[in-house]
């Protein structure tokens, strides 16, 4: 049970994890979140021009889901399950955009960044 939740909290951490929020800060709206996520794949997966607008509108629907989701009176089990089912699905979105190289590219670079949120983690 403890391993799940802290890979949900994985899962949620990971949405937010390309703007790092100091706690000054606002938190960016879904778009700023989305603009900015497209811009990390744009770079690093080397988007094309015809990709970049398709990811962007994925990356800015499964922002609003989370927001929705965080602001909603769900559960933390099932906020937990809604995000694990929200990132499969947009897993699937993307990896229709993606190209192969490009999809196992960002499955490799999600996993690192995986092991540097629990290694962060399991220093506090």
Same mark, same amino acid.
Not at 38 to 65: F, G, S
Not at 73 to 100: C, P, R, W, Y
């Given at each position: 049970?403890?391993?799940?939740?802290?890979?949900?909290?994985?899962?949620?951490?990971?949405?937010?994890?390309?703007?790092?929020?100091?706690?000054?800060?606002?938190?960016?709206?879904?778009? =700023?979140?989305?603009?900015?996520? %497209? /811009?990390?794949?744009?770079?690093?997966?080397?988007?094309?021009a +015809?990709?970049?607008? !398709?990811?962007?509108?994925?990356?800015?629907?499964?922002?609003?889901?989370?927001?929705?989701?965080?602001?909603?009176?769900?559960?933390?089990?099932?906020?937990?399950?809604?995000?694990?089912?929200?990132?499969?699905?947009?897993?699937? =979105?993307?990896?229709?955009?993606f %190209? /192969?190289?490009q999809?196992?590219?960002?499955?490799?670079?999600? +996993?690192?960044?995986? !092991?540097?949120?629990?290694?962060?983690?399991?220093?506090?």
């Amino acid at each position: 049970m403890k391993k799940c939740i802290v890979h949900g909290l994985l899962m949620i951490t990971m949405l937010f994890l390309f703007t790092r929020v100091q706690a000054q800060q606002t938190i960016p709206t879904a778009e =700023e979140r989305s603009t900015k996520l %497209t /811009e990390w794949m744009k770079t690093n997966l080397h988007l094309t021009a +015809e990709q970049v607008p !398709k990811v962007h509108d994925i990356n800015l629907k499964y922002a609003k889901k989370t927001d929705d989701l965080m602001l909603g009176n769900h559960s933390k089990e099932d906020k937990m399950h809604i995000t694990k089912v929200n990132n499969q699905a947009k897993e699937g =979105e993307l990896k229709m955009v993606f %190209t /192969e190289d490009q999809f196992k590219t960002y499955k490799a670079k999600k +996993e690192e960044m995986k !092991k540097e949120i629990q290694d962060e983690m399991k220093k506090q």
